[in-house]
Antibody, heavy 126, light 108 residues
Framework: EVQLVESGGAWVQPGMSLRLSCEAS????????MHWVRQRPGKGLEWVSG????????GYADSVRGRFTISRDNAKRSLHLQMNSLRPEDTALYFC???????????????????WGQGTMVTVSS | SYDLTQPPSVAVSPGQAARITCSGD??????VYWYQQKPGQAPVMVIY???IRPSRIPERFSGSSSGTTATLTINGARVEDEGDYYC???????????FGTGTRVTVL
């Protein structure tokens, strides 16, 4: 069974940086694109970023572009989200998720989220 | 970027059909995904590629899409189907994902 475990969430002050990680197991990590999705307290889901299987394609929500950077290490089966210039509105539970399709069905990008981790909480407050 | 609109809530009696719509210009010619989220839990994918149900999802869940509207139907809804439901698609031209506004389904 696919397992995704997020870490790195913390309480930080506005303007600070944080790096989230997601460790993947029980599937062929380098065959799949990956996503980060967040959920502000009491609110709906918001797609944050996605990365293709080979890091050739990255995508960002308008709300985080220029501040957040997604990356992956296929050798270590890990996904990361570098978050800079954090704002109070970035306070949320951050989920990582594996894409529905293998690279053979979606070579250049990403599609939808098949399986999700349990999330890691980020709080941005002074 | 696109907006996807869903009704805030849908209420049905047990055994009835619950239909959740997702509307937006961006849906035209794009594949839609549906997610169920129960309180305190991570979302679960219930439909992908408009109308394909993952093997672990009960047959009462089905999806359809036409033009700029996608629909998730729960035939014979059960109390355990209560939760929040979200539609989603990826805009391949911008490499951005978009979630719908979410619908709370109540079965009572």
């Amino acid at each position: 069974e696919v397992q995704l475990v997020e870490s790195g969430g913390a309480w930080v002050q506005p303007g600070m940086s944080l790096r989230l990680s997601c460790e993947a197991s029980q599937f062929t990590f380098n065959d799949y694109a990956m996503h980060w999705v967040r959920q502000r307290p009491g609110k709906g889901l918001e797609w944050v970023s996605g990365i293709s299987w080979n890091s050739g394609t990255e995508g960002y929500a308008d709300s985080v572009r220029g501040r957040f950077t997604i990356s992956r290490d296929n050798a270590k089966r890990s996904l990361h989200l570098q978050m800079n210039s954090l704002r109070p509105e970035d306070t949320a539970l951050y989920f990582c998720a594996v894409d529905v399709k293998t690279r053979y069905l979606d070579w250049f990008g990403f599609s939808g989220m098949a399986v999700w981790g349990q999330g890691t909480m980020v709080t941005v407050s002074s | 970027s696109y907006d996807l609109t869903q009704p805030p809530s849908v209420a049905v009696s047990p055994g009835q059909a619950a239909r959740i719509t997702c509307s937006g210009d961006g849906l035209s010619r794009r594949l839609v995904y549906w997610y169920q989220q129960k309180p305190g839990q991570a979302p679960v994918m219930v439909i992908y590629d408009d109308n394909i149900r993952p093997s672990r999802i009960p047959e009462r869940f089905s999806g359809s899409s036409s033009g700029t509207t996608a629909t998730l139907t729960i035939n014979g809804a059960r109390v355990e189907d209560e939760g929040d439901y979200y539609c989603f698609f990826t805009d391949k031209s911008t490499n951005q994902g978009v979630f719908g506004t979410g619908t709370r389904v109540t079965v009572l």
